[in-house]
Nanobody, 125 residues
Framework: QVQLVESGGGSVQAGGSLRLSCAAS????????MAWFRQAPGKEREGVAV???????GYADSVKGRFTTYRDNAKNTLYLQMNRLKPEDTAMYYC???????????????????WGQGTQVTVSS
């Protein structure tokens, strides 16, 4: 059974940094397309970043140059390093995974069949 558990969220001032983690069990992360999504109150869930062996990595325009995703396959853990945070980055952040190929486009949330419970990120101005 696949389990994804996010951690690392919290409250930070604008300009600060956070690193989110997604610990995976029941899968080998290197064989999966893994992504970060976020959802703010009253807004739709949006793709933030993706990483896959046969894809590389990709980012939403709103976070390019500020966020970096990477994974440690030995630890079966996905990370999201978030720098220069802005108040508009405030949201619940979710880790998602699907075996092998990423959905097309990768931001298509229905294409992922495993999800974590989320971790809250709050950025104050």
């Amino acid at each position: 059974q696949v389990q994804l558990v996010e951690s690392g969220g919290g409250s930070v001032q604008a300009g600060g940094s956070l690193r989110l983690s997604c610990a995976a069990s029941g899968i080998t992360t290197g064989n999966y397309c893994m992504a970060w999504f976020r959802q703010a109150p009253g807004k739709e869930r949006e793709g933030v970043a993706v990483i896959a062996t046969n894809y590389g990595s990709g980012y939403a325009d709103s976070v390019k140059g500020r966020f970096t995703t990477y994974r440690d396959n030995a630890k079966n853990t996905l990370y999201l390093q978030m720098n220069r945070l802005k108040p508009e980055d405030t949201a619940m952040y979710y880790c998602a995974a699907v075996w092998d190929l990423c959905p097309s486009p990768w931001v298509r949330s229905v294409g992922y069949n495993s999800w974590g419970q989320g971790t809250q990120v709050t950025v104050s101005s």
